[in-house]
């Protein structure tokens, strides 16, 4: 039911509705509506209880498990929400002098600097607004070196078939040719492979590590050789940087770039579309072509550079400083935890995803590389099971939600047939942990004793299953009232 549907002539709740002086708009009378919006007319009770009910109807972080693999749904402590929304930062005006910022400018100052100790980088640029910009950011800055260099020739970019989606679209965005790389069957990227491809033509390579697979790359020292030997340089996915926070560098693995995922890692609000926040580290070659703008610190206090301080710039990814509350979030998270914190959250989220993967294995799934060890996520295959009863990942999924538990992601990588890629993170706790499992040992009975049940899955969820296409291709959003309908008052 919509709101629109407990709509009475003449109730009303007065105490919401804004309060504007009659000349609040300003605006010249011809611009002006003319007949009343068609808002629902709702007392203040009927508000509250309806989005109260459908807050509780909705899976999420705050309400359910949420082990979306690759994504890293994990919680994001409150007190970071607070902190960064204090007025002294809320209210600092884009177009307001450095003089009157610099509270806010010596956090940002600070967290460049934490950025840098926990990837092993020498600078890093807070600009870029977003994951999926901060890799394109990535690609622009090995164009611009190679550039600088005169060397033109180099027009590929490398991607293993295991690499986050967004990675081959940043390389093309970039104008590179896309050459992937095969997986081999540990899970580890196929360096026999890699050798052929790798050459004159080589701009770099992307890599996740550890990859969407799960598993952390055995041979990137050998892998980080041949490239570097090439021409070609390194460029770091940060999307799994939790696995590993505290605990190894990118920059000590041979990475010459890398963008960060502040909210898998470092506790910022993660989904509906941002805002968000991707920065980038690089090391020693790459610093003259960082995005601006940065923070820097003199004797006189913190200042924004520019295009005169850093001519070999690739620019401006974003408007004004980029999505600064953004940032605070994250730098609120990294000043709570500290730096044994934050290795704890390495250590969490690898001892969850192994734990798991461990009571899932008993239960009777088969894993996708059996031989290794999870990093902070893994996959199981349920391909045998579709053979056997004809039910599907997807299958597992939906039936899940029966269970209270949301959906781990399925069909990803595209190289494990039939996957459920499963990421508990390191913020749950083992009796969540146990409960996820017995509804996955339950689900599996259910696969082989009722398949019909999970075929058509969910069944105590608002919506059954939905036509995922249509629902995604054309969302219903907006209410509409009924043609010939009177304007509400």
């Known amino acids: 039911m919509l709101i629109f549907d407990r709509s009475r002539e003449g109730r009303a709740c007065a105490s919401l509705f ?9 605006l010249p009378g011809h611009l002006l509506r003319q007949t009343p919006p068609p808002l629902p007319e709702v007392t203040e009770l009927d508000v509250v209880r ?38 002294g930062f809320a209210a600092v005006h884009p177009l307001g002098t450095e003089r009157f910022g610099q509270g806010t400018l010596s956090c940002l100052y600070e967290l460049q600097d934490y950025l840098k100790t926990l990837t092993g980088m020498t600078a890093v640029s807070l600009s870029p607004a977003a994951g999926a910009q901060g890799e394109f950011c990535g690609v622009a800055m090995i164009r611009a070196y190679h550039e600088a260099r005169n060397d033109h020739e180099r027009n590929e970019i490398l991607v ?7 990675n081959p679209a940043s390389a093309a965005m970039g104008g590179y040719h896309v050459r992937e790389i095969p997986t081999n069957p540990d899970g580890d990227v196929d ?9 004159p033509k080589t701009a770099g390579i992307m890599l ?8 952390f790359e055995h041979r990137i020292p050998e892998i980080a050789a041949l490239v570097h030997e090439a021409g070609g340089l390194l460029y770091y996915d940060g999307a799994n940087l939790n696995a590993i926070l505290g605990k190894v560098l990118p920059g000590d693995m041979g990475f010459d770039v890398i963008h960060l995922n502040l909210h898998k890692t470092f506790s910022t609000p993660h989904g509906g579309g941002g805002p968000g926040a991707g920065p980038v580290g690089v090391n020693a070659r790459l610093q003259p072509f960082l995005p601006l703008p940065m923070v820097a610190k003199s004797e006189s206090g913190y200042r924004w550079l520019t295009e005169y301080d850093c001519p070999q710039s690739i620019g401006r990814l974003s408007a004004f400083a980029g999505n600064i509350g953004v940032l605070l979030r994250a730098y609120v998270y990294i000043r709570l935890l500290g730096y044994r914190g934050l290795r704890r ?32 996520e893994f ?9 056997e009863h004809h039910v599907t990942a997807l299958d597992f999924a939906k039936r899940l939600l029966d269970y209270g538990f949301h959906a781990p992601t399925v069909y990803f990588p595209l190289l494990i047939p039939e996957c459920l890629m499963i990421e508990p993170t390191e913020t749950e706790n083992k009796e969540t942990l146990d409960a996820f499992a017995d509804a996955m040992a339950a689900i599996l009975k259910e696969a082989a004793e009722q398949p019909e049940r999970l075929k058509q899955a969910p069944h105590h969820t ?9 629902a995604a291709r054309h969302p219903d959003l907006a209410w509409k009232p009924a043609p010939g309908a009177a304007p509400q008052r």
């Not at 804004?18 to 300003?26: A, I, K, N, V």
């Not at 360096?191 to 790798?198: E, G, P, R, T, Y």
């Not at 996740?208 to 598993?215: A, D, Q, R």
């Open 379 to 387: 996959i199981l295959s349920v391909q045998r099971q579709k053979k």
């Open 345 to 376: 959250v390495a250590e969490y989220a690898t001892l969850n995803a192994n734990y798991l993967q461990r009571k899932l294995v008993e239960a009777g799934f088969d894993t996708a590389f059996p031989a290794r060890r999870a990093a902070h």
């Open 191 to 199: 360096l026999d492979a890699l050798k052929q491809a790798v050459g």
């Open 208 to 215: 996740t590590n550890p990859s969407t697979l799960g598993v």
């Open 462 to 470: 608002p919506i059954r299953r939905l036509d995922e296409v249509r």
């Open 18 to 26: 804004p309060r504007l002086p009659d000349d609040s708009h300003g």
């Open 50 to 87: 309806h989005y109260t009910r459908l807050s509780q109807k909705n899976f999420s972080i705050d309400t359910h498990f949420y082990p979306l693999g690759s994504c890293t749904m994990k919680y994001n402590p409150k007190v970071a929400n607070a902190l960064a929304r204090q007025p």
């Open 160 to 166: 293993p078939d295991a690499a986050h989606g967004t």
